[in-house]
């Protein structure tokens, strides 16, 4: 397509911020019971309603800013790393290794040569959905952030900025794609007649409720003025079905989430620049549930500056919820800490239905882990062979006018983690990258196909390569709580065939409340997953009551394109081949794989974290994959640029990925 008169040809980019991102033997517990900090209690009343209304997909081709500019320019466990002043932990009780313990090394997986268990796999929301939802209103964004959640029939997927429903039966579409600021009841991410900047919403998650039979997707919000420039307010946004179906009314709840003493929150101590006071942040909201409570945590983070605080927990009374009234209660359990440590990434359980612990008035236990980057757990060494194990107790009384959680932690031994390095991938064709390379196709504004991005006077350096996608860090992934084991995965460094490569460490814990209310708990089973030649990353696992579980992630490498890959595992902690549900096309080609948009070096955003559900029988996984490939001569058909980055409808000009869903038979 031609350039409309809105469009301005001007280096946009550099100032994006893709998506905010970003054994037995126990250790001393640390503990805090009765009443839930002096965060409390507050009622959140009801923003109204909202259904999916999905609009026509806009059209193709660049439209600037094709990235968010201003607002805060670090991504995920990045940017705080190097500018964290707030003190940090010692080594107490050698929580934390005198000296980065090497990569475990671990013996290659095999890969099974067919799907049997597959009943169906299709290929989920992708880049191009994201950016040309809401008639175009939309901005470029990596990676995707997976949510999933799946009951009564349905599927709900969610990205970024996207979300969809799908049959449970036959994986098949129910809805259009709806971009997730509408869904909220905000402006569009930009209005491209106007120029006029919406809020950001990031890191949706995704959760059914079989005991009342609600959807719930939950996210991060954070507001902003016209242009972009962020404000200092952000929530934690909860919409909630009104019934068993998500085709019909939802309700919505915005918790005001900036902790600075404002609209009700309590002040954490948050900063703008490590000194003056300012709002914090909450980042990496993830879910779980009990028999009582749906329980969001977070990493809190200052928005503007440079410090980490803890992780936090908002909690709120399932049965409430699910009567979607005119106002909800939610319980801010405060800053997390275990053995000293501020928590990190504190990853919530979910469970199918019945499988709660009753434990103290009820228990809702998680997990997470304490390597991080050094930034949040104060650990320098990026390794660690502790777990965190954490239980939020009296979970009935969020039923109650008055709830009075308590909160307990320890670590305890576990097999060694260390965060993982970037994954290489198998070379192919790159036309992100071959186009800003490029120095003699035609354009409008001169020869080059670079100079569709760039004004002469910001002319790249031409010296783009096939990039290595971020293998986040060593954090917690997803949790699942059945059968009174608390089983969760991480990412880690493993040192497989001789080569140090991106792979998966999994573990299953027996937790327990004792006597004086203090969790208990060891590592039962454990064990790592790697592939050879090969990287495996954002790791998510799920279990059904009758213990047959499985791990999704992306596999690639060497000779892997990245694809979504997944193995069964069982109670007995037995662990099958690696499967290949969707195996990749093509390298990953996106905006942040090329320093000419991000910096030097680019880190391409790869996943963040992936999704592994039940529904009591079934499991549904949900991964990051490439699902199509180009050359520069299909994503540059035409000197006038019409079709520009398309390739035949299968990408936008600046990203490629796609989710891929699977349905596993029991």
Not at 356 to 363: A, I, K, L, P, V
Not at 502 to 520: E, L
Request: overall charge negative; some cysteine; charged content about 15%.
């Amino acid at each position: 397509m031609k350039f409309t008169s809105h469009m301005t040809r001007r280096r946009a980019f550099g100032l994006a911020t893709a998506s905010l991102v970003i054994s037995a033997g126990l250790i001393t517990p640390t503990t805090s019971m009765g009443a839930a900090a002096a965060g409390g209690t507050r009622a959140i009343p009801s923003g109204g309603t909202t259904s999916i209304q999905t609009r026509p997909l806009g059209v193709d081709g660049l439209q600037q800013p094709e990235l968010r500019p201003g607002g805060r320019e670090e991504e995920e466990g990045d940017g705080e790393a190097g500018q964290f002043t707030r003190p940090r932990p010692g080594f107490k009780n050698g929580k934390f290794p005198k000296k980065p313990l090497d990569a475990p090394v671990v013996a290659s997986s095999a890969v099974a040569g067919s799907n049997a268990d597959v009943q169906a796999s299709v290929n989920g929301l992708t880049h191009r959905d994201q950016r040309l939802a809401n008639g175009g209103n939309q901005f470029s964004l990596e990676p995707p952030d997976q949510a999933l959640c799946v009951g009564n029939g349905f599927v709900v997927e969610a990205v970024n900025s996207v979300l969809r429903v799908r049959s449970s039966a036959n994986a098949a579409a129910l809805s259009g794609v709806q971009d997730l600021n509408t869904f909220f009841g905000y402006p569009p991410a930009i209005d491209r007649t106007t120029g006029v900047i919406g809020p950001q919403v990031i890191d949706p998650v995704c959760l059914y409720d079989p005991d009342h039979q609600r959807f719930m997707v939950v996210l991060t919000t954070l507001g902003s003025l016209p242009n972009g420039d962020f404000t200092g307010k952000n929530t934690i946004d909860l919409a909630v079905s009104n019934t068993g179906s998500p085709l019909g009314t939802w309700t919505i709840y915005h918790v005001p989430a900036q902790n600075d003493g404002t609209d009700g929150t309590p002040d954490h101590g948050c900063t703008v620049d490590g000194v003056v006071h300012g709002p914090c942040f909450q980042d990496y909201p993830h879910i779980g549930q009990d028999a009582n409570g749906v329980y969001v945590s977070t990493n809190e983070y200052d928005l503007f500056g440079p410090g980490f605080n803890a992780a936090q927990i908002f909690a709120f009374s399932k049965a409430q919820l699910a009567g979607h009234p005119a106002s909800v209660n939610m319980t801010l359990v405060e800053n997390l800490a275990v053995d000293g440590s501020p928590g990190f990434t504190v990853w919530p359980a979910n469970s199918p239905a019945g499988e709660y612990s009753s434990e103290r008035n009820g228990t809702e236990y998680a997990l997470s882990t304490i390597a991080g980057d050094g930034s949040e757990t104060g650990n320098p060494t990026g390794t660690a062979r502790r777990l965190g194990i954490w239980a939020i107790t009296n979970t009935a009384s969020l039923n109650s006018a008055a709830p009075a959680l308590g909160i307990t932690s320890r670590l305890t031994n576990s097999q060694t983690y260390v965060v993982p390095p970037e994954s290489d991938q198998k070379p192919g064709n790159i036309p992100l990258g071959e186009c800003i390379n490029d120095t003699t196709m035609p354009t409008p504004f001169g020869p080059g196909c670079w100079q569709a991005f760039f004004e002469p006077e910001d002319e790249p350096a031409h010296d783009e390569v096939e990039s290595t996608p971020d293998s986040l860090d060593s954090r917690m992934q997803q949790t699942w709580y059945v059968n009174g084991t608390l089983w969760g995965s991480s990412g880690t460094a493993v040192r497989v065939n001789g080569e140090l490569k991106a792979g998966i460490a999994w573990f299953a814990v027996s937790p327990k409340i004792n006597g004086a209310g203090k969790i208990q708990g060891r590592v039962t089973k454990q064990g790592y997953i790697a592939l050879a030649n090969n990287n495996l990353t954002m790791p998510a696992i799920a279990f059904t009551p009758a213990g047959k579980g499985a791990i999704a992630f992306s596999v690639l490498g060497e000779t892997n394109f990245p694809s979504a890959g997944y193995v069964r595992i069982d109670e007995r902690g037995s662990v099958g081949p690696i499967h290949l549900a969707a195996a990749g096309v093509g390298p990953a080609d996106g905006f942040t794989s090329y320093k000419a948009f991000v910096g030097d070096p680019p880190r391409t955003r790869w996943g963040d974290y992936g999704a592994a559900v039940t529904d009591g029988g079934n499991i549904w996984l949900a991964s990051e994959y490439i699902g199509q490939t180009c050359t520069l001569a299909e994503y540059f058909p035409s000197p006038d640029l019409a079709g520009f980055g398309s390739c035949g409808g299968t990408r936008t000009s600046l990203g490629n990925w796609y989710t891929r869903l699977t349905k596993l038979s029991q």
